[in-house]
């Protein structure tokens, strides 16, 4: 642990261009722990209020629907800007970067909560989600760029696992936090962390430099191109395949597979464990045998939505199911996006991360309204038919991904 700090401390005031890419180098963890707690703090702030909703409708006196604004506009928000503000701010450098987002989001936040009106609010929540684009179009080519490139898979993952601390440990708290204490309560501890992950980002992690244009460089000349594009939708279909029967898991369960309402919360969680065993399993898998962890993980997900949807009314059936589920989707965000980044070239490297965020944004927004309208329309058997199909499209789209490229460890 101390040699890790001192990596940290070693790296103040140097500029790195390139990647360490020495023989043997040894995977600093410190610094990706850091770059984790910023994840942690900015996925709660896009989270958290899914839990405040019936407090801040009371508040201005709306609907909580209308208050679902603030979960709908950052999606949306995401979605569009994403790609252009990768594309506008690819040259900056990207400890500057991710410390600017970092601190575009706690002034955000600090608004928010200080905010008269609901429109404040949701102005505050499109600032906040335009700069949670470009904090995550820069974190994981950041975490790359300070990581030997043989542990690309395994700084992404480590990096990535704030997300998935965010779900378990952030939103809870944070839930926690606004019920005791009022809403606001919760904006200005979050605008608390963000600043002091700037600063600490800041004093202790390497500038490194953005993406250089070469001279006669031209939108379309990459060569790795066509190769991050079918590795972006893959991950299109993966959140498509599981948001579109997540998103009504509780019905499903209830309705199809008939357990009690109150036991709902306990299959979610049992989902939880697997998706932390995934991670787990990636972490050690990731740079060892990368495509087979890929190919394994978009199986298991294929095998457990048929699996739903050819025995939903056994409870066993559904339980294994839901374990193997959640170590899939655990699995399969950290893969992709390792895959990504190792595909992209430096060039295109910021704008591929871009690319993966808008579409695995696009995959919930997609699988979210396709549910709805499976439920509404053929109903709850269905769905988990059309995620399974989806799951399959994305597998198979990998293996052509895979067999266009064979330079990467099996």
Not at 78 to 83: E, G, P, Q, Y
Not at 99 to 125: K, Q
């Amino acid at each position: 642990m101390f040699g890790a700090a001192t990596g940290i401390l070693s790296c103040m005031g140097r500029t790195i261009t390139n990647p360490p890419a020495e023989a043997g180098a040894r995977l600093r963890v410190a610094p990706l722990l850091l770059l984790a707690a910023a994840v942690w703090a900015t996925v709660t702030v896009e989270l958290v209020p899914a839990g405040l909703l019936p407090d801040v409708a009371a508040e201005f006196g709306i609907r909580v629907s209308a208050a679902g604004l603030m979960v709908s506009a950052w999606a949306v928000t995401i979605a569009v800007a994403s790609l252009p503000l990768a594309r506008l701010l690819r040259r900056l450098d990207r400890r500057a970067l991710l410390v600017g987002a970092l601190a575009v989001m706690a002034l955000a936040n600090i608004a928010l909560a200080l905010a008269p009106t609901f429109e404040v609010v949701a102005v505050c929540r499109i600032i906040a989600a335009a700069a949670h684009g470009a904090f995550w179009s820069t974190v994981m080519v950041f975490a790359a760029a300070i990581s030997p490139p043989a542990h690309t898979g395994r700084a992404v993952t480590i990096t990535g696992a704030g997300a998935a601390v965010a779900v378990f440990l952030g939103v809870p708290l944070g839930t926690f936090i606004g019920q005791a204490a009022g809403w606001r309560s919760t904006f200005w501890m979050l605008a608390a962390l963000l600043a002091a992950c700037a600063l600490v980002i800041r004093l202790t992690l390497p500038a490194i430099a953005g993406s250089r244009a070469d001279k006669g460089d031209r939108r379309g000349s990459d060569a790795t191109l066509v190769p991050v594009i079918l590795i972006v939708f893959v991950q299109l279909f993966v959140a498509f395949a599981h948001f579109s029967l997540y998103t009504y898991v509780s019905p499903f369960l209830t309705d199809r597979v008939g357990i009690p309402e109150q036991a709902v919360g306990v299959l979610l969680l049992l989902s939880g464990v697997g998706g932390l065993i995934g991670l787990v399993i990636v972490t050690f898998a990731a740079d060892r045998v990368p495509r087979a962890a890929m190919i394994a993980a978009l199986a298991l997900l294929f095998v457990a939505l048929l699996a739903l949807a050819a025995g939903a009314e056994s409870l066993p059936a559904a339980i294994v199911s839901f374990v193997v589920w959640g170590i899939a989707i655990g699995a399969l965000p950290p893969l992709l996006l390792a895959r990504t980044l190792r595909l992209a070239s430096d060039r295109l490297r910021t704008a591929a991360s871009a690319m993966a965020v808008v579409a695995f944004n696009a995959g919930i927004a997609i699988g979210a309204w396709s549910g709805a309208l499976i439920v509404d329309g053929p109903g709850l058997t269905v769905l988990p038919v059309v995620a399974a199909s989806a799951a399959a499209v994305a597998l198979a789209i990998c293996l052509l991904s895979l067999r266009l490229d064979r330079k990467e460890p099996r």
